[in-house]
């Protein structure tokens, strides 16, 4: 598992010559380790390495770790799509939530994060490459969403989040992640601050910090290739 050490290093690298490249501060960017599908014992090594912030896609399997390691200092993530019928359980396991796209899920989450726990972190996912069946909140609705989340007490608005499909080379994903972006840029002028652009993958990071992502989801160039899920 001294692999995990050796990647999550790689990874810092990379995040570290992208920003130099593009003339940023490398505590600009933050790294999030995507453990979906990998047990704790994953986990904890990712973590002896020094990671802390965890980002899980499936609900179920991520608050059973959440249970099993609630003895680390952990921040925990959810990066994966949110139904109705599973707010509650994030709300009350998870530290933050990259993938809310619509009012309905932002009262639940508001309504049902226990009293005892700090303001869930909330980002707005936003559908930056267009395809209607997709995930996230077509950009000229953002603004309308977020007015909406900043007078739900129990969250606390951070930024926004997009998954656009693998772009053909590093110039097509800038342009993809520049859009995503000019939506950051629009809230923030609009008056609702907004300190996180969650973007960037194994695949991506560079161009996403390139276009001025502040944290980035890497899974596989830390744990390795995922088991198809079944
Ligand atoms: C799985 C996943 C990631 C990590 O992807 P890798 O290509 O393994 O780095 C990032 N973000 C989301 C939303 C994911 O589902």
Same mark, same amino acid.
């Given at each position: 598992m001294t692999m995990? #050490?050796?990647?999550?290093?790689r990874v810092q690298a990379r995040i570290a010559q992208a920003c130099t490249q593009a003339g940023r501060d490398a505590a600009t960017v933050s790294l999030l380790a995507v453990s979906k599908t990998f047990g704790v014992e994953w986990v904890e090594a990712a973590f002896a390495a020094g990671q802390t912030a965890f980002? &899980?896609?499936?609900?179920? &399997?991520? =608050? &059973?770790k959440i249970q099993l390691l609630r003895h680390l200092p952990l921040q925990w993530?959810?990066?994966?799509? @949110?139904?109705?019928?599973?707010t509650r359980l994030v709300?009350?396991?998870?530290?933050? @939530?990259?993938? =809310?796209?619509?009012?309905?899920?932002a009262q639940r989450l508001h309504e049902q994060r226990p009293a005892h726990r700090m303001p869930l972190n909330i980002c707005i996912q936003v559908n930056v490459d267009g395809g209607?069946?997709?995930?996230? @909140?077509?950009?000229?609705?953002v603004l309308a969403l977020a007015r909406e989340v900043v007078q739900l007490p129990r969250l606390r608005l951070r930024g926004l989040m997009c998954i656009p499909e693998p772009a053909p080379d590093f110039v097509a994903?800038?342009?993809?992640?520049q859009s995503a972006r000019a939506v950051f840029d629009a809230v923030n002028a609009a008056g609702i601050a907004l300190d996180t652009l969650s973007m960037g993958m194994?695949?991506?990071? &560079? #161009? #996403? =910090?390139?276009?001025?992502?502040?944290? @980035?989801?890497?899974?596989?160039a830390i744990f390795g290739e995922r088991a198809p899920k079944v």
């Open positions: 995990i #050490a050796e990647n999550l290093h980002g &899980e896609n499936y609900i179920q &399997e991520a =608050v &059973e993530h959810c990066i994966g799509p @949110v139904q109705s019928n599973k709300a009350e396991h998870f530290d933050w @939530v990259h993938t =809310v796209d619509r009012l309905k899920i209607t069946t997709k995930s996230g @909140v077509s950009p000229p609705d994903a800038c342009a993809v992640f194994s695949a991506d990071l &560079e #161009a #996403a =910090v390139a276009s001025g992502s502040t944290l @980035v989801r890497v899974g596989s």
